[in-house]
């Protein structure tokens, strides 16, 4: 299917909390589905290599994922099986009910009987789909880290800020200075910027995306 492409401020779906299916054997070959929110490709590489070490007496590790702005991508990998049969039919089941910010892995267990190039599309593309089902969709909003570092004496005023923005810390060290780190929705990143400015003229230094 033709996907649209998300903008940074777009709303997009993705799923509340992970989620793990197995479908019953297709020619006595397991298929075990696992999908999870993610919002980087480092934490996608962490659910497969989790399911890999879960699952280590496995034969296949395949996967897709799809990330939502500030930083689209998406992924997929065979892991051994013929080529597209098995990453690619996992990203088309992701994208078919629009989610973004997903990881899914499928893993095979051989039932020492051959599929088949169509076999391997339908197995894959059934056990990502059933893990997907099985998981609640949520509507969220592209975020970006925010860091901001100020004197303690503008701590009042920054936030006063942060709550009129409804953010709350993700991260704080208490140093020489306060160093508080927040995760803006995109469309608001401008404006968060200009009100910090203001009401410390100027003098909290602020990074967006600062990794």
Known sequence: MDRKPLTDSDPYRTIAAATQVEIDKVSGSRFL???????????????????????????????????????????????????????????QRIDGVSLANVVVVVTRWFGGTKLGTGGLIRAYGDAARAALEAADVVVAVPLMAVRMSFE????????????????????????????????????????????????????????????
């Open 33 to 91: 589905a696992d999908a999870a929110p993610i919002t980087t490709a480092a934490e996608a590489q962490a659910v497969i290599a989790r399911a890999r070490s879960d699952n280590a007496d496995a034969t296949h590790h395949c996967w897709a994922y799809r990330l939502a702005p500030p930083k689209p991508d998406f992924r997929w990998s065979d892991d051994g099986e013929p080529i597209n049969t098995a990453g690619k039919p996992i990203l």
């Open 152 to 211: 303690y004496g503008l701590s009042g005023p920054v936030q006063g800020v942060l709550n009129a923005f409804a953010l709350s810390p993700t991260g704080a060290d208490y140093g020489a200075d306060v160093t508080l780190d927040v995760a803006c929705p995109l469309a608001r990143i401008d404006a968060l910027v200009r009100s910090l400015g203001e009401v410390t003229a100027g003098r909290a230094r602020v990074i967006v995306d600062p990794d």
